[in-house]
């Protein structure tokens, strides 16, 4: 049992992790900061982060953050995600403090592919090889990880970007 829903009606108050799916339509050679030049093969991609503070540092603050092409690259995530060819697709979202981590995990266990060593995960003392995952197929990674979170009794929402 789960619901979708916009960005527009994600609550300003809502605080937590998520799972970002990308679209990249193209390959695409990118610098990502101090990660240098990385190849970046056409597919999907899904990015783990969190968003625990006051706006714009709230969950839709930080996911209007990462559909917009307008901003200066901070995170890695930004070099993508200000590229033309990438597009987040959705997001799922996780009421739950600092489980960043475990998301990270949960998309290791259901299969997804970790790509770049490091990426989003420069601070990362759980050991993820990166934050960033090439997945095979949305839906199955989708259904995998819906499953994974229930099993968890986490509460979340997944929202359409
Ligand atoms: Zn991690």
């Keep these: 049992m789960f619901s979708h829903t ?14 970002l799916i990308l679209h990249v339509k193209e ?9 240098g030049l990385q ?6 991609y899904a990015y783990v982060g969190s968003a625990q503070g006051k706006p714009p540092q709230n ?5 209007r ?6 901003k200066k690259a901070k995170w890695h995530i930004d070099y993508l995600t ?6 987040p697709v959705k997001a799922i979202i996780v ?9 990270s995990k949960i998309l290791e266990k259901t299969g997804q592919k970790p790509t770049i060593k490091g990426f989003g995960a420069t601070d990362c003392k759980a050991g993820c090889h990166s934050h960033l995952y090439k997945i095979h197929s949305i ?3 989708t259904r995998k990880i819906l499953s994974s979170l229930r099993r968890r009794n986490l509460s979340f929402v997944v929202v359409n970007l």
């Design 82 to 87: 200000l590229r033309k060819g990438v597009t």
């Design 59 to 63: 969950l839709k603050g930080r996911l």
């Design 139 to 141: 839906d199955d990674a």
């Design 95 to 103: 009421f739950a403090e600092n489980i960043e981590h475990d998301l």
């Design 39 to 44: 190849y970046i093969s056409k597919g999907y």
């Design 6 to 19: 916009n960005l527009s009606d994600v609550p300003e108050k809502a605080k937590g992790s998520y799972i």
């Design 65 to 70: 953050r990462h559909v917009s092409k307008e």
């Design 27 to 35: 390959d695409l050679k990118v610098r990502i900061g101090r990660l």
